[in-house]
Every structure is written in C-alpha cells, then in structure tokens.
Nanobody
Framework: QVRLVESGGGLVQPGGSLRLSCAAS????????MAWYRQAPGKERELVAT??????IKYADSVKGRFTISRDTQNTVNLQMDNLKSEDTAVYYC???????????????WGQGTQVTVSS
C-alpha cells in the first residue's frame, strides 16, 4: 500500500506565503518524479510544478518566480508559495510517479488534496 499525505494548506492574505509538504510512504521501490497540481472550482486540474530525479524542475508560467518546488528526502516534496494571489486559490494535490516493491512498472499516485485559499 502506498500513500501520499499533504499538509500545510490554509487561508492567507494576498501577498502572503504558504509552504505545502507531501510525504510518500509504503512499499516504495523508488520515486522517479514528484509534482504539485491544483484544481480551482469549475476548472480542470493543472500542473503547478514538477521535479524529477536528477533535478529537472518545471513550473507553470503562472507561478514562475513565486513558487519553489523542492525535495528534502527521496520520499518528500515541498512547495514554497510566495506572493500569493487570489487566483492561486485551489485544492493542491501531490503527485508521485513511483515503482512498487515486487511489482513491475511505474505507477501514478495522488494525495487527498489540501485547500489553499488566498483572500483578504
């Protein structure tokens, strides 16, 4: 069984900061990439940032220069969000592409989501 658990969401005023964290646990052979997605009400889920083994990082244009993705350990990923705007309001989801012990292939796992609300 593999789980991704997010933490760190909440309510913040425009211009403020939040830090999201996600920890993966279970029978994980290795994690090849981790990412953050978000979904605002009435909109499709969109990629916010991704970080791959080897260090390749990509950001959505809307968050470049404001958000920073990082991995403290092999099984954790963080998203530092600065200068937050009202349009950043959404449910943020952690995603991991990983291998599972004793099972061939790569698998895509999602966390349960954490709400980020930017409002004055």
């Amino acid at each position: 069984q593999v789980r991704l658990v997010e933490s760190g969401g909440g309510l913040v005023q425009p211009g403020g900061s939040l830090r999201l964290s996600c920890a993966a646990s279970g029978t994980i052979l290795g994690i090849y990439a981790m990412a953050w997605y978000r979904q605002a009400p009435g909109k499709e889920r969109e990629l916010v940032a991704t970080i791959r083994n080897g260090g390749t990082i990509k950001y959505a244009d809307s968050v470049k220069g404001r958000f920073t993705i990082s991995r403290d350990t092999q099984n954790t990923v963080n998203l530092q969000m600065d200068n937050l705007k009202s349009e950043d309001t959404a449910v943020y989801y952690c995603n991991a592409v990983l291998g599972i012990v004793a099972i061939d292939g790569e698998y895509n796992y999602w966390g349960q989501g954490t709400q980020v609300t930017v409002s004055s």
